[in-house]
């Protein structure tokens, strides 16, 4: 696996943490992919990441993580997030209904909207929950498809934090759905962690908070 520069040292240290160093040796493992490390940076990574033309990135992390926050702030009108549908739909609803009622409607009409998406054939940052594994090999295969490559954003926050992030937005999740969410997340991070990609990405960036409030686009190069 090709690596990039993590930055990920010990604060205040210079010296690699044994976490960092452990990472790095992992990673040297495997040639050909990349996996950009940004944690453990205190918010000194790049304002940007740039991808192809054509390309497909998915955003993913606990609920609460950011992952909606970071989209709004930096996807540049490229963002496919089922929030924004879910929001559109409570606008519609009445205060009093409640969400599981109509939950199905959401997710066939964020689907929906994806599926246009997809075959307009633009680059697409797409809001993912990490539980749906058939999203990701949904969009891989679309990636192949468009001789393009499919890129993961994993937002990697602390359970703690996370929930904080979710009474900070009024919306929470259940303890046996949020359960569901640390189990992928921790398969995906386990994976870029031993030196892996989730199968079918060409590319994993890892954020923390700190990484993530610092980045402020993620953009597709143009194709000319």
Excluded: N
């Amino acid at each position: 696996m090709r690596i990039q520069h993590t930055g990920a040292y010990a604060t205040g240290t210079g010296i690699p943490s044994q976490r960092a160093r452990a990472r790095t040796r992992a990673r040297t493992r495997r040639r050909g992919r990349i996996l950009r490390d940004l944690r453990e940076r205190g918010g000194r990574g790049p304002r940007a990441l740039t991808f192809a033309a054509g390309d497909l990135v998915v955003v993913s992390g606990l609920p609460g993580s950011g992952k909606s926050t970071l989209m709004k702030r930096a996807a540049d009108g490229r963002g496919i997030d089922s929030q924004d549908v879910r929001e559109r739909w409570e606008a519609r609803m009445p205060r009093l209904l409640p969400y599981a009622v109509y939950r199905p409607l959401v997710r066939i009409a964020h689907y929906a909207g994806l599926r246009r998406a997809l075959r307009s054939g633009a680059s697409v940052i797409v809001h993912d929950c990490g539980t749906q594994s058939w999203v990701r090999g949904w969009l891989a295969r679309e990636a192949r498809r468009r001789g393009a490559a499919l890129h993961l954003v994993l937002l990697d926050v602390d359970p703690d934090t996370a929930r904080d992030g979710q009474r900070d937005r009024g919306r929470g999740v259940s303890a046996y759905a949020f359960a569901r969410h640390r189990r992928a997340v921790g398969r995906l991070l386990r994976t870029a962690e031993s030196g892996g990609l989730p199968h079918g990405c060409a590319s994993a960036t890892l954020l923390d908070r700190d990484a993530a409030d610092a980045l402020r686009k993620i953009g597709f190069r143009d194709a000319s």
